[in-house]
């Protein structure tokens, strides 16, 4: 059964970091996609980082050189590390097991019913 919980948001001031981490993919963490998507008001969610199954990595070029997507795969959990965090990066941050052909920021931003979703993490950086 796949329950996704994410943990290790909060506030931080710009430049700061954070660091995210999901638990709960069941049989889905190793032969899926799995990625972080961040969500603001006004704006669609989008994608910003995500790691398929063979260890490729994308990143949304707005995160590009400051966060890294990561899995342990001791604790069968997926990790974003957040470095240089700016206001803009603010926003309700969910992990995601990913049903998509191709393992991309792009189509990981495109509404699929067959994904799976957590209840997400707030993040806050004031300037």
């Known amino acids: 059964q796949v329950q996704l919980v994410e943990s290790g948001g909060g506030s931080v001031q710009a430049g700061g970091s954070l660091r995210l981490s999901c638990g709960g993919f069941?049989?889905?963490?190793?032969?899926?996609?799995l990625g972080w998507s961040r969500e603001t008001p006004g704006k669609e969610r989008e994608a910003v980082a995500v790691?398929?199954?063979?260890?490729?990595?994308d990143y949304a070029d707005s995160v590009k050189g400051r966060f890294t997507i990561s899995k342990d795969n001791a604790k069968t959990t997926l990790d974003l590390q957040m470095n240089s965090l700016k206001p803009e990066d603010s926003g309700m941050y969910y992990c995601?097991?990913?049903?998509?052909?191709?393992?991309?920021?792009?189509?990981?931003?495109?509404?699929?019913?067959?994904?799976?979703w957590g209840q997400g993490t707030q993040v806050t950086v004031s300037s």
């Open positions: 069941g049989h889905m963490y190793s032969t899926h996609c």
């Open positions: 790691i398929d199954a063979d260890g490729s990595i």
């Open positions: 995601a097991a990913l049903s998509i052909p191709l393992c991309t920021v792009g189509a990981a931003s495109i509404s699929n019913p067959y994904n799976y």
